[in-house]
T-cell receptor
Framework: DAGVIQSPRHEVTEMGQEVTLRCKPISGHNSLFWYRQTMMRGLELLIYFNNNVPIDDSGMPEDRFSAKMPNASFSTLKIQPSEPRDSAVYFC?????????????FGPGTRLTVL | AQSVTQLDSQVPVFEEAPVELRCNYSSSVSVYLFWYVQYPNQGLQLLLKYLSGSTLVKGINGFEAEFNKSQTSFHLRKPSVHISDTAEYFCAVGTQGGSEKLVFGKGTKLTVNP
């Protein structure tokens, strides 16, 4: 199994540009999570999906952020317009679902730099 | 709401020394507890988890953790560390019967020196 796949691994963009981060969860996993990691705030859950449906988006910072999961094998996190304070490492994770006692499997992350 | 406090942001130790990384949590309901490890430029990996039963949990790479309900703690220990254990360690809590959300602590960076 290839694990959780994220692309791109690194993204450098200018303020005001649209950024799209991509995630392919582990096949057969029903839950998908988007996290943001910064030095100041640590690891924060942005949103999670179960069976492609958004369950909790209370961590999404503002309307500039949106996430979609059009099918079981693909999800995107979009920032439009991007700002320097969005610079962070964004992780996608997946789990089998069915309860939070299950391990979450993390991707390698996308390091976003907004200039 | 749940919260997790990792009391030490950085812990330096010498190789082959024992180490304890501290984690305290706050929750009004029963919890599941996890320790994850993050090596440089990688995602997080599960070290161990406590769901129920024995309060002493053994994980990968020789780590273990003890759940203490009265002290609301879940400290991580290893009797003898290696250089390769240098990484950041995250404690996380989830609610039993609740959503799939986990709340993570801010992490403890363990540096093992020769």
């Amino acid at each position: 199994d290839a694990g959780v796949i994220q692309s791109p691994r690194h993204e450098v963009t200018e303020m005001g540009q649209e950024v799209t981060l991509r995630c392919k969860p582990i096949s057969g996993h029903n839950s998908l999570f988007w996290y943001r990691q910064t030095m100041m705030r640590g690891l924060e859950l942005l949103i999670y999906f179960n069976n492609n449906v958004p369950i909790d988006d209370s961590g999404m910072p503002e309307d500039r952020f949106s996430a979609k999961m059009p099918n079981a094998s693909f999800s995107t996190l979009k920032i439009q317009p991007s700002e320097p304070r969005d610079s962070a490492v964004y992780f996608c994770a997946s789990s089998p679902g069915g309860g939070n006692h299950n391990e979450q499997f993390f991707g390698p992350g996308t390091r976003l730099t907004v200039l | 709401a749940q919260s997790v406090t990792q009391l030490d942001s950085q812990v330096p130790v010498f190789e082959e020394a024992p180490v304890e990384l501290r984690c305290n949590y706050s929750s009004s309901v029963s919890v599941y507890l996890f320790w994850y490890v993050q090596y440089p430029n990688q995602g997080l990996q599960l070290l161990l988890k406590y769901l129920s039963g024995s309060t002493l949990v053994k994980g990968i790479n020789g780590f273990e953790a003890e759940f203490n309900k009265s002290q609301t703690s879940f400290h991580l220990r290893k009797p003898s560390v290696h250089i390769s254990d240098t990484a950041e360690y995250f404690c996380a809590v989830g609610t039993q019967g609740g959503s799939e959300k986990l709340v993570f602590g801010k992490g403890t960076k363990l540096t093992v020196n020769p």
